[in-house]
């Protein structure tokens, strides 16, 4: 009698043990279905192996949608941390910059890039050119000026003067306002243009460190400039960004890419301490239930 009282805790925890473990190792073993002829064994391949894409399409799915959504990405990518590490490297590249005593164009050439940069400089010239033209040309600018102007001459006239020549000017304006905007139209371009070559090649001729000395003056102020352009580049791309980036997609083809030893050992270097808790706490409820056991 008093054997039984120990011998079925025992067993009944030994049990508990045995199938608690063989539970766990059946979710992982065997990596493949098993056939005996045409008969299918029941229970193979196990349970991670034969439902690998679902549980890889439900990983990606929380990851993407409560674990990394586009406000905790956004929380992240905004941090302030970021923007001191901003700081630290713009006052790095400053520091940097100093000791450069060689030209902007020297150094677009030493690198290989002169060509880009003329090339950029172009583009934005006559980007910059075209808009201005024809805001100035399609819109009320010249009309506004030659108002000004004729209430300026009309004011500078004695009043008899300026009664006479009233008329006329009033006359005279839509012409004059058609003139002004045919001389912009045909020679407006090439005045800016030259205009922006001659300041762009005045920049290109400034030593590196000199420049670095002017954004030092600066430095806090351009900080803060980048890091609200950047702000402000994130608060309009980042869902397109995310959503483009596809997390879901990408969780699931990472998981689908390992094969099932890879997978298996993830799995287990996360959850071996609770996996083998659930094992020993099978032990400790088979023991309890070999002892009530005994009761009844």
């Not at 490297?89 to 400053?94: A, D, K, S, T």
Request: charge should be negative.
């Amino acid at each position: 009698m008093q054997l039984s009282w120990v011998m079925a805790p025992v067993i009944g925890g030994l049990i508990g043990l045995i199938t608690n473990s063989l539970a766990i190792k059946m979710l992982f073993r065997p990596h493949r279905a098993i056939y005996i002829g045409k008969l299918h064994i029941p229970f193979t391949p196990g349970l991670i192996p034969k439902e690998k894409e679902r549980i890889a399409n439900a990983i990606g799915e929380v990851i993407s949608k409560y674990l990394l959504d586009d406000v905790t990405i956004k929380k992240a990518i905004c941090d302030e941390k970021i923007k001191e590490k901003a700081s630290r490297y713009i006052h790095h590249l400053v520091e940097r910059m100093k000791q450069v005593t060689i030209s902007l164009k020297e150094f677009a050439d030493q690198k290989n890039f002169a060509n880009q940069l003329d090339h950029v400089k172009t583009n934005m010239r006559n980007s910059v050119c075209e808009y201005v033209i024809k805001s100035v040309t399609e819109g009320d600018v010249i009309d506004d000026l030659i108002d000004s102007a004729i209430i300026s001459v009309q004011n500078e006239m004695n009043p008899l003067m300026a009664k006479i020549a009233k008329n006329p000017l009033e006359a005279a304006k839509p012409q004059i306002v058609d003139n002004t905007k045919e001389i912009i139209r045909t020679r407006g371009q090439h005045m800016m243009e030259d205009y922006i070559d001659r300041k762009y090649d005045d920049f290109m001729d400034k030593k590196i460190c000199d420049l670095a000395y002017l954004i030092e003056e600066r430095e806090e102020e351009i900080v803060a400039i980048v890091w609200d352009k950047y702000i402000s580049f994130i608060e309009r791309k980042s869902q397109s960004l995310i959503r483009e980036l596809n997390l879901q997609q990408i969780v699931e083809e990472k998981i689908n890419g390992y094969d099932v030893n890879q997978l298996e050992q993830i799995i287990l270097s996360i959850s071996k301490k609770e996996l083998n808790a659930l094992v020993w706490l099978g032990g400790l409820l088979g023991m309890l239930m070999g002892f009530v056991n005994l009761l009844f």
